[in-house]
């Protein structure tokens, strides 16, 4: 219980650090990683839960959902990414 | 066999969307009428939904024939059919209006997928019963919505729904971190089954409120509360026509619907009247200062987006008038309202957005003092646009006047009689921001000799305005039977 | 690491932004420790083994014997479907926006020969990564990741195109993936097995299918997000001054 409440409880840590850097700092990429950092936090809080103890099977659910959130992520990040540069080159152009 | 027959509508209008935008990204020279296929295909699943619904009460499919804590479950019911059927109408008057929309070809292809993506994602969010599959299909329609924005390419298109996207993503993390509290605290994603452990355990509240508060900030984030609105008229005002049309009526929307439902399905037993109260003062202010915003707008598009901003504040007006009111007439009546009202700026806001698109096209400009004789170049656009005003204010017989009828009844009935004042005060300033529309629009000059001139373009904006100010409002009965139609318990 | 461009205000703005930070950083800390109350909480009272249980007891019956695949390709299947959705989305926001910039310079023979040892070995690793998925870690998303990263070392060593085909068949390959979920989940469903319903004699093969898919798409849609823009309308490796050059016109390659 003590290794899942530390190893979750860091994950809830990432998620308050990302808010605040998200909420701080205003250049994109900052931005960005802040936000990735925050999903972090959320799938570690869910990889925690999943432990059962030592030598049992994990609870493959959460596991599951964390795979699907990583994609989304990724997703969402590039079509940020995308879209940020597109506004450096009209930046560059103009 | 027949139970599996009736809830395969439940599938298909989900499915068929995903099926249209995989192949129009397949085949993109042949983009248009394969959208259009499969917009007609998924309104007519829809359709078939609620008379389904309608008349067998309140559908659940198990997805995987697995138990249903294990498996993602659908679900429709009343409520989710009300809100789903007018998403799809307002989607296909949308499909119309688009198909003849881009000139660019390049753009008409990048439009097609990523709208019928747009739509599975509306349709799913409607119709899930999964705390995560709700996340995942958050985060499809928050991509899609940004990007369709993002569509014109112009920079100030790009950096509103940059921003967008950025906001949208801070609040799904901030829902899934809800999401997982709860399923640390009570071990499923069923909607349900998470329902009836929070009515069932006391000693957690503490994280489902956690939760609650997680939730609902990441979701108000998305809607648009007051002050969380920032990001919503700049991108809304600079999408394409169709685009906004759907932003404003339809995604936005969809954030609301699941406030509304977790508020009053899953954290039922938490949600207090001091929290209602909350988000009903933030509401009461969005309806000022979007109305507000709107009078001072000096473009017809921007106007119609700060006035999303007030007409989502309306709908959380309800909220501590439902605390209060125990369940009975009163209280079906305060609910039919609130789903009234926003049907009613669904169909009115979109054919709002639409014929504001077009007057654009027409003029190369949307100021409104500079719309003078627009009536005589396009009567019927120009009809549409005050129609839908008419909704907007909620003149009779619209649906949104016997919404907000209802609304105040509510008010005065609960000894909340401060809520009239600010209905009143949104509906007057709302009167305003139509009429300086309309007095520029209607100039001295001689009358038109045809009323329709792009009936592809204008007959679908007209249509939805006349459904929310018509149909809404002269023939509302049949809601409050649907909404009726609940779900009985979880599983 | 501020830009100029963003941050030119007064000192006492900047000082006002500071303060406000800091309140923001007093108030977020209050947040935490309100969420690590809340989450002790909800670890201590519970429900202890939530899905695992049961997850781990339908193992044998979901066609797979890795649980993870079970929940991903079965139990939650459909997650998987809109997931796969999302990033084909993400592909299309992209390909809206603009052309593909150009890649870069090409590598030298010494990279050039390490790139191609890598690739192949990438491409064989992802095929093991999707088969062992059915029994052990692994799966479609490792698989698809590991093509995904072929493509990216592809562009660095200087192919524009990540070593993709022309836009034609790429815009099949990014759509193989939801195609094949829901027309297997349709099928299923016209069949009277209901949507995503696998018969179990069958699950095995089934599952196969989808996640073969699925594997490409994922490959596929990683790539073509790195490239970041729309492909050239030549569709194969176009110098730098084309791509940007001809965004619109006949823009879909030459047909398979």
């Known amino acids: 219980m003590t290794a899942q409440f530390l190893y979750g409880g860091a994950g809830l840590i990432l998620f308050v650090l990302g808010l605040w850097s998200f909420l701080v700092h205003a250049p994109l990429l900052r931005k960005l990683i802040a936000l990735n950092i925050m999903g972090g936090g959320v799938f570690h809080v869910l990889i925690a839960v999943a432990y059962r103890g030592d030598g049992v099977t994990p609870d493959p659910v959460p596991h599951a959902l964390v795979l699907t959130g990583i994609v989304v992520a990724v997703s969402a990040t590039a079509l940020a990414l995308v879209l940020g540069a597109r506004l450096q080159d009209e930046q560059r152009q103009g | 066999m027949y139970s599996n027959l009736l809830t395969d509508p439940l599938v298909l209008c989900i499915t068929l969307p995903l099926l249209g935008a995989a192949l129009t990204t397949a085949l993109p020279r042949h983009a248009v009428p394969l959208g259009i296929l499969a917009a007609l295909a998924t309104c007519s699943a829809a359709v078939t939904l609620g008379v389904d619904v309608w008349q067998h009460g309140a559908l659940r499919l198990v997805l995987g024939g697995w138990e249903p804590e294990l498996a993602i479950g659908l679900r429709a019911d009343g409520l989710a059919v009300a809100l789903a059927l007018m998403a799809n109408l307002v989607a296909l008057g949308i499909s119309v209006y688009a198909s003849g929309y881009f000139r660019d070809p390049e753009r008409m292809r990048a439009f097609w997928p990523l709208w019928l993506l747009l739509w599975a994602a509306l349709n799913g969010l409607f119709l899930a019963g999964d705390l995560f599959n709700l996340y995942v299909m958050l985060e499809l329609l928050g991509i899609t919505a940004a990007a369709l924005g993002a569509l014109t390419g112009s920079r100030e298109a790009v950096s509103a729904n940059l921003r967008y996207l950025l906001v949208g993503l801070l609040g799904s993390i901030s829902y899934l971190l809800g999401v997982a509290l709860l399923y640390t605290a009570h071990g499923t994603l069923d909607l349900g089954l998470v329902a009836r452990a929070i009515a069932a355990n006391d000693r957690l509240f503490a994280v489902d409120a956690a ?42 929307k969809a954030s609301v619907y699941l406030i509304i439902r977790l508020w009053l399905d899953l954290f039922a037993p938490i949600t207090g009247l001091a929290a209602a109260m909350f988000l009903a003062l933030l509401g009461a202010a969005a309806v000022v200062w979007g109305s507000w915003r709107a009078l001072r707008a000096e473009r017809l598009k921007l106007l119609a987006a700060y006035s999303t901003v007030a007409q989502i504040g309306y709908l959380f007006l309800f909220l501590p008038l439902l605390a209060v009111t125990p369940p009975g007439p009163p209280r079906d009546n305060l609910l039919a309202a609130l789903v009234l009202m926003a049907l009613t700026h669904g169909f009115a806001k979109s054919g709002f957005f639409l014929a504001a698109g077009l007057v654009q096209t027409n003029a190369g400009h949307d ?3 500079d719309l003078g004789g627009t ?7 120009t009809f549409a646009i005050a129609l839908a005003g008419s909704a907007l204010i909620g003149l009779p017989p619209s649906g949104s006047f016997i919404g907000k009828w209802l609304l105040m009844q509510g008010a005065i009935e609960s000894g909340q009689w401060w809520w009239v004042i600010v209905v009143t005060t949104g509906s007057l300033l709302a009167s305003a921001y139509v009429f300086r529309v309309l007095s520029r629009a209607f100039g001295l000059e001689p009358t038109p000799l045809k009323f329709v001139t792009d009936a592809r373009a204008e007959v679908p904006a007209l249509l939805l305005s006349l459904v929310a100010v018509a149909l809404l409002g002269l023939a509302s009965g049949p809601l409050w039977t649907l909404l009726a139609l609940r779900a009985g318990g979880g599983a | 690491m501020t830009e100029p461009a963003d941050w030119a205000r007064s000192d006492r703005a900047r000082e006002r932004a500071r303060d406000l930070s800091l309140l923001l950083a007093v108030l977020l800390a209050l947040l935490g420790v309100v969420l690590l109350a809340v989450y002790f909480l909800a670890l201590n009272g519970g429900a202890a083994p939530r899905l695992a249980e049961l997850a781990l007891a339908r193992v044998p019956q979901s066609g797979v014997g890795n649980p993870v695949t079970a929940v991903l390709v079965n139990y939650r299947a459909y997650d998987t479907l809109v997931e796969l959705a999302v990033l084909l989305a993400a592909v299309l926001g992209i390909w809206s926006q603009r052309p593909a910039p150009p890649g870069f310079q090409r590598s030298s023979a010494v990279l050039a020969g390490m790139v191609s040892w890598v690739v192949p070995l990438l491409i064989v690793t992802s095929g093991y990564m999707l088969w062992v998925g059915g029994y052990a870690p692994g799966g479609a998303f490792q698989a698809g990741a590991l093509l995904g990263a072929a493509g990216v070392i592809v562009r660095l060593a200087g192919d524009p195109t990540a070593g993709l085909p022309g836009e034609a ?15 297997v989940g349709l099928a299923l469903m016209l069949l009277g097995a209901g949507f995503l319903t696998y018969p179990p004699k069958l699950a095995k093969w089934l599952i196969l299918l989808i996640e073969s898919a699925a594997t490409i798409a994922i490959g596929t849609a990683l790539a073509a997000a790195y490239v970041g823009g729309r492909p050239s309308a030549k569709g194969q490796g176009p110098s730098a001054g084309e791509a940007s050059a001809a965004p619109s016109s006949s823009s879909l390659g030459p047909r398979p």
Not at chain 2, 375 to 381: N, S
């Open chain 2, 211 to 252: 939760a609650l508060v997680l939730m609902v900030s990441g979701l108000a984030l998305k809607a648009a509360l007051f002050p969380l609105h920032f990001w919503l008229p700049p991108a809304h005002a600079n999408a394409p026509a169709p685009v906004s049309a759907a932003l404003s009526a339809l995604v936005v």
């Open chain 2, 367 to 369: 100021r409104i003092d």
């Open chain 2, 375 to 381: 009536a005589q170049r396009l009567p019927a656009t």
């Open chain 3, 169 to 183: 068949v790429q815009r099949w390959l990014l759509v193989l993936g939801v195609l094949m979920f829901a027309l």
